[in-house]
């Protein structure tokens, strides 16, 4: 059974930074892209970053662009994202997703459950 469980999520002044997790099981973590992906209150999903199953090809929406960064460590089974310089706008629920394939563009398959990261004074 995939599982994806987010953690590290919490409250952070803005400017500030966090760095969330993501642990997966259940797949054979190395061989399948990742990417988070966020939820705003009252507004739909945004695509935040992914990185191919490698780990060396990464791409990131503009929004998040030379602020976020998106790691994975294969021999952990975990996927990172790096947050710096937050602001109220990054307050979200941060959803970990697998992809389809070994690159992204395919489409993901499995979410986790989310972790809230709230951007606040």
């Known amino acids: 059974e995939v599982q994806l469980v987010e953690s590290g999520g919490g409250l952070v002044q803005p400017g500030g930074s966090l760095r969330i997790a993501c642990e997966a099981s259940?797949?054979?973590?190395?061989?399948?892209?990742m990417s988070w992906v966020r939820q705003a209150p009252a507004k739909g999903l945004e695509w935040v970053s992914s990185v191919h199953a490698g780990g060396r090809s990464t791409t990131y929406a503009d929004s998040v662009k030379g602020r976020f960064t998106i790691s994975r460590d294969n021999a952990k089974n975990t996927l990172y994202l790096q947050m710096n310089r937050l602001n109220s706008d990054d307050t979200a629920v941060y959803y970990c997703?697998?992809?389809?394939?070994?690159?992204?563009?395919?489409?993901?398959?499995?979410w986790g459950k989310g972790t809230l990261v709230t951007v606040s004074s």
């Open positions: 997703a697998k992809g389809v394939g070994d690159v992204m563009g395919y489409g993901m398959d499995y």
């Open positions: 259940g797949f054979t973590f190395d061989e399948y892209a």
